[in-house]
C-alpha cells in the first residue's frame, strides 16, 4: 500500500506527480479533446474499456489531478469535479434518485441548496422532506418513506452556522439502508473529514476556503466507496443494472469502489455537462497547496473577532461554534477540534438603520456576496439575502434586523478588531 500523507502534505504534494521531465507545476491542459493512432483506440475509450482522454467534457487531465488530491483529503477513493458547488449538490441527487423517490435533508442547509432540493427536483418528481438537524433521531427517524434514497446535511450550515451531528445522521440513514450525504464547504477535510465519521458522500462548493481567494467557481463530489450499493436489492439500478447508453455497463460490478464516481462522470458529465474549465481547476489546484495554512489562520482569527464581538456592549449575541457557551460548542469539539471556520455571525443591538450604519462605516471589512475569501467580507442579510422580507417575515427566518455575517479573514487580527470596533462605535 502507497504511504498515505498528513493533510498539509496532500494539499501540496497529492494529485499531479510528474515523471522525469515534465512540469513540477501541474499544467493546465486547455484543450477540449485529445488524440489517438488508431480507430481501436478511441472505440475502447468510449466503450469504457479503456481509461483515457477524449473529451473534456468527460475528463481533463487538468481537472482530474485535482479531483484526486480532494479525494485523498477526504480519504475517498474517487473524486469529480464540477463547475459549481450547486452542480456538485445536484449531480449526487441525481446520480442516486429517478422521478418517483425522496430524500430527506437539514432544514438549515445553505439557502442554493435548500432552494434547489425544495423546488427544483420537485419539478423532475424527486420529493424531500426537511429536517430539523438538531431534533432527536426519533424525531427524524420519521421523515424517512421506502422511496427514500439519500440524506443529507451540511458540516456547518451556511449561514445558519449549526454544526451537524454527522454520527447521528449516519445511524440513521444506515438503518434506513441509504447513504448520508455531507456538505463539507465550510469546515474542509483540514478540520473535519465527515468519512470518519460515518458520512458516504462528501460534497463541496470549492468556491469557498478550498479556492480561498475568490477567483474561481467550483464544486466537487468525493465518495468514500463505503455504501454497498448491491446489497439493497434495486434501490439504486442506476448503479446496479445495466446502463444501456453505455452498452450495458453495470457500474457496481465493473467500477467495485468507484462505481458511483464513475457513473456520474460518464453519465452525468457527459448528459449534463458542468465541467469546470482547466484554467479554474489549475487556480483551485493554487488555492488547495495552501488551505491548511489557512484555515488555521481564519480560525484564530475568528476566535480572536468573536471574543472581541461577544464583550461588545452594542452587541446582542455571537454565533461561533469555536466560542465556549455557544450551542454548538460540544459538537464542534468533537467534530472540529482544531477549529471550525471563520465565518461567524453577530447581532447588533437596535434598528436596521443601526446595521446599516454600522455596515457602512467599515473600511477593511469589505461588502460584498461571499464568505471564505483571505480578505475579510461582511453581509448584512435583512438589506441583502433576506431584502424582501418584511420585520415580522425576518424574525420568523431567524434573520433579527441587526444580523451581521461575517467571514473573518486572514489578515492581521487586530486591523480586522480595529475596523470593526471603529465602526461599532459609529452606531
Ligand atoms: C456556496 C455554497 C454552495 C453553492 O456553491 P456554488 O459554488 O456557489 O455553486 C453549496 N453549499 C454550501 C455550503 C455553500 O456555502
Known amino acids: 500500500m502507497e504511504k498515505t500523507f498528513r493533510p498539509d502534505t496532500i494539499c501540496v504534494q497529492a494529485g499531479w506527480k510528474p515523471k522525469k521531465g515534465e512540469p513540477r507545476v501541474l499544467p493546465i491542459y486547455q484543450s477540449t479533446t485529445f488524440k489517438y493512432d488508431t480507430t481501436d483506440e478511441m472505440g475502447r475509450l468510449f466503450a469504457l474499456e479503456d481509461e483515457g482522454y477524449f473529451y473534456t467534457r468527460l475528463q481533463n487531465p487538468t481537472n482530474d489531478a485535482v479531483a484526486e488530491k480532494i479525494a485523498e483529503l477526504e ?11 450547486q452542480a456538485a449538490n445536484f449531480y449526487t441527487i441525481a446520480n442516486l434518485c429517478q422521478a418517483g423517490d425522496h430524500i430527506v435533508c ?18 423532475l418528481g424527486i420529493d424531500c422532506t426537511f429536517v430539523d438537524p438538531d431534533a432527536s433521531a426519533e424525531e427524524i427517524d420519521q421523515a424517512f418513506r421506502d422511496n427514500t434514497k439519500a440524506v443529507v446535511g451540511e458540516t456547518i450550515a451556511n449561514p ?9 445522521f449516519a445511524v440513521l440513514a444506515h438503518k434506513h439502508g441509504v447513504p448520508l450525504i455531507v456538505d463539507n464547504t465550510f469546515a474542509t477535510p483540514v478540520n473535519c473529514r465527515p468519512f470518519d465519521f460515518g458520512a458516504d458522500i462528501v460534497t463541496h462548493s470549492t468556491t469557498k476556503y478550498m479556492d480561498g481567494h475568490a477567483m474561481a467557481v467550483g464544486g466537487c463530489i468525493v465518495d468514500s466507496g463505503n455504501f454497498d450499493w448491491e446489497a439493497y436489492g434495486d434501490k439504486y439500478p442506476g448503479l446496479t443494472t445495466p446502463d444501456e447508453t453505455y452498452h450495458g455497463v453495470v457500474y457496481t460490478r465493473q467500477f467495485g469502489k468507484k462505481a458511483f464516481i464513475t457513473k456520474a462522470t460518464a453519465q452525468l458529465m457527459r448528459d449534463l455537462g458542468s465541467i469546470p474549465s482547466p484554467m479554474n481547476s489549475f487556480l483551485l489546484n493554487i ?16 476566535r480572536q473577532v468573536a471574543e472581541f464581538l461577544k464583550d461588545h456592549e452594542k452587541v446582542e449575541f455571537v454565533n461561533c461554534a469555536m466560542l465556549k457557551g455557544d450551542p454548538y460548542y460540544d459538537l464542534a469539539q468533537k467534530y472540529m477540534p482544531a477549529g471550525t471556520c471563520g465565518v461567524l455571525s453577530f447581532g447588533l443591538k437596535g434598528t436596521k438603520e443601526d446595521a446599516v450604519r454600522f455596515m457602512d462605516s467599515l473600511k477593511l471589512c469589505a461588502i460584498v456576496t461571499h464568505v471564505a475569501d483571505a480578505r475579510t467580507c461582511v453581509l448584512h442579510p435583512a438589506s441583502h439575502t433576506h431584502r424582501q422580507m418584511n420585520d415580522e417575515q425576518l424574525k420568523e427566518a431567524g434573520v433579527t434586523p441587526g444580523l451581521i455575517r461575517l467571514s473573518v479573514g486572514i489578515e492581521h487580527p487586530l486591523d480586522i478588531i480595529e475596523d470593526l470596533a471603529q465602526a461599532l462605535n459609529q452606531v
Not at 480519504?75 to 458547488?85: D, H, I, N
Not at 437539514?106 to 419539478?123: C, D, E, H, P, R
Not at 488555521?296 to 475568528?302: L, Q, T
Open 75 to 85: 480519504g475517498g477513493v474517487a473524486a469529480m469535479l464540477t463547475s459549481s458547488g
Open 106 to 123: 437539514s432544514a438549515k442547509v445553505y439557502g442554493g441548496t435548500f432552494n434547489l432540493y425544495a423546488s427544483t427536483i420537485k419539478k
Open 160 to 168: 445558519a452556522l449549526t454544526v451537524l451531528d454527522i454520527e447521528k
Open 287 to 302: 488555492g488547495l497547496e495552501t488551505l491548511p495554512l489557512r484555515m488555521e489562520k481564519h480560525c484564530s482569527n475568528a
